[in-house]
């Protein structure tokens, strides 16, 4: 069955501490959560990826924004994949994890669009995995001029440029 990653949805990404939360914060978890209630309930493995941040940082291990946030619900038999740079398969667990499902594809959701999630897409695609990103389910803030939503339905585009499969949560789970 094919893998759901959900990519750095961490307490510092909803918890308004250090950033703002997430553009639209609880539509993203609705969502979120939508795409694991599926998951869960057709036998698809799920995996969260947890960014590690440099000292100081508001998602440093230890810190009150680096863990999984809890509204999620994450299992207890979901494992976490920590990171410390933007490719999620920079950690060769996860990509072992991936590889012991008997997966070709993975599907992906999670945080910051347009950082952790652009490289995973990129670092899934090189690692030879058919890809999916569930268009509504992965979040940003505005930056650079550029609203959360243009820079999403930026990377929605760019994602199908380069590949991957961009779906909608209802198209994804049939809700």
């Given at each position: 069955m094919?893998?759901?990653?959900?990519?750095?949805?961490?307490?510092g990404?909803?918890?308004?501490?250090?950033?703002?939360?997430?553009?639209?914060?609880?539509?993203?978890v609705?969502?979120?959560?939508?795409?694991?209630?599926?998951?869960?309930?057709a036998?698809?493995?799920?995996?969260f990826?947890r960014?590690?941040?440099?000292?100081?940082?508001?998602?440093?291990?230890?810190?009150?924004?680096?863990?999984v946030?809890?509204?999620?619900?994450?299992?207890?038999?979901e494992?976490t994949f920590?990171?410390?740079?933007?490719?999620?398969?920079?950690?060769p667990?996860?990509?072992?994890?991936?590889d012991?499902?008997?997966?070709g594809e993975?599907?992906?959701l999670?945080?910051?669009?347009?950082?952790?999630?652009?490289?995973t897409?990129?670092?899934?695609?090189?690692?030879g995995?058919?890809?999916?990103v569930?268009?509504?389910?992965h979040?940003?803030?505005?930056?650079?001029?550029?609203?959360?939503?243009?820079?999403?339905?930026?990377h929605?585009g760019a994602f199908?440029?380069?590949?991957?499969?961009?779906?909608?949560?209802?198209?994804?789970?049939?809700?």
């Amino acid at each position: 069955m094919t893998p759901i990653l959900i990519i750095d949805l961490q307490t510092g990404m909803f918890d308004g501490v250090n950033e703002p939360p997430l553009h639209d914060a609880d539509t993203l978890v609705a969502r979120t959560r939508a795409v694991m209630a599926w998951a869960r309930a057709a036998g698809h493995p799920v995996a969260f990826v947890r960014h590690d941040g440099k000292p100081g940082d508001g998602l440093a291990p230890g810190k009150p924004g680096w863990p999984v946030w809890p509204a999620l619900g994450q299992a207890e038999d979901e494992p976490t994949f920590s990171k410390s740079v933007g490719d999620a398969f920079s950690n060769p667990q996860l990509g072992a994890w991936i590889d012991a499902q008997g997966a070709g594809e993975v599907v992906l959701l999670g945080a910051q669009t347009d950082q952790c999630v652009a490289a995973t897409v990129k670092g899934a695609l090189a690692a030879g995995l058919k890809v999916t990103v569930v268009a509504d389910a992965h979040g940003t803030w505005d930056w650079a001029g550029e609203t959360a939503p243009q820079i999403i339905a930026r990377h929605n585009g760019a994602f199908a440029e380069a590949g991957a499969r961009v779906v909608s949560t209802a198209e994804l789970t049939g809700g």
